[in-house]
């Protein structure tokens, strides 16, 4: 069975770095890109970025680019997502997603979420 | 480039069918047959009910079908049934490495 678990609920102050977790298991890692998406309470989805585990290829939303990195760590067939300096804009829950299979383009496997919470 | 557009609200009785729109553009939902579509209850992860326009994933209710014309797809859900209650959200590939996917703003469907 397919599963993505997320790290848990994130409380920072803006300016603070933070690193999200995604660990799967259920399928071979490195033959699916894995996907971060972000949704701000109450409103709905957006693409952060993609990576493809085999060549740690990275694709930005022109919207996240420059404000994220995502990277893998392959023997732990983890996914992380971070931020060097948070804004409050940054608040949001963000999703890990694989696709159903490696060339699909929709997001048919989703973590249960991890919770960003940037107030001063 | 836009987020596509569906109606902010839908709703319907027990039984009766239900339509959502969501409107692209001729360089996204137009062209390319990776429109998916995705249900979300209150504090639960999204899930996927189709892709590729009009494929269910192994697992969801035939009553839930997708279907495309020109820049529009369309997400039906027949039968409605309580548990359908739920924010229904489109997405298109983007046709470009910026724009690798769209989505719709989301469409809150109640059921009366």
């Known amino acids: 069975e397919v599963q993505l678990v997320q790290s848990g609920v994130e409380v920072k102050k803006p300016g603070e770095s933070l690193r999200i977790s995604c660990q799967t298991s259920?399928?071979?890692?490195?033959?699916?890109?894995i996907g971060w998406m972000r949704q701000v309470p109450g409103k709905g989805l957006e693409w952060v970025g993609i990576?493809?585990?085999?060549?740690?290829?990275?694709r930005y939303s022109p919207s996240f680019q420059g404000q994220v990195t995502i990277s893998v760590d392959k023997p732990l067939v983890t996914a992380h997502l971070q931020w060097s300096s948070l804004k409050a804009s940054d608040t949001g829950m963000y999703y890990c997603?694989?696709?159903?299979?490696?060339?699909?383009?929709?997001?048919?496997?989703w973590g249960q979420g991890t919770l960003v919470t940037v107030s001063s | 480039q836009s987020a596509l557009t569906q109606p902010a609200s839908v709703s319907g009785s027990p039984g009766q069918s239900v339509t959502i729109s969501c409107t692209g553009t001729s360089g996204d939902v137009g062209t390319y047959n990776f429109v998916s579509w995705y249900q979300q209850h209150p504090g639960k992860a999204p899930k996927l009910l189709i892709f590729e326009v009009s494929q269910r994933p192994s697992g969801v209710s035939d009553r839930f079908s997708g279907s495309k014309s020109g820049n529009t797809a369309s997400l039906t859900i027949s039968g409605l049934r309580a548990e359908d209650a739920a924010d229904y959200y489109c997405?298109?590939?983007?046709?470009?490495?910026?724009?690798?996917?769209?989505f719709g703003e989301g469409t809150k469907l109640t059921v009366l």
């Open positions: 259920g399928y071979v890692f490195t033959n699916y890109w």
């Open positions: 990576i493809y585990p085999h060549d740690s290829h990275t």
């Open positions: 997405c298109s590939y983007g046709g470009s490495d910026s724009f690798l996917w769209v």
């Open positions: 997603v694989r696709p159903l299979y490696s060339g699909s383009y929709c997001m048919a496997y």
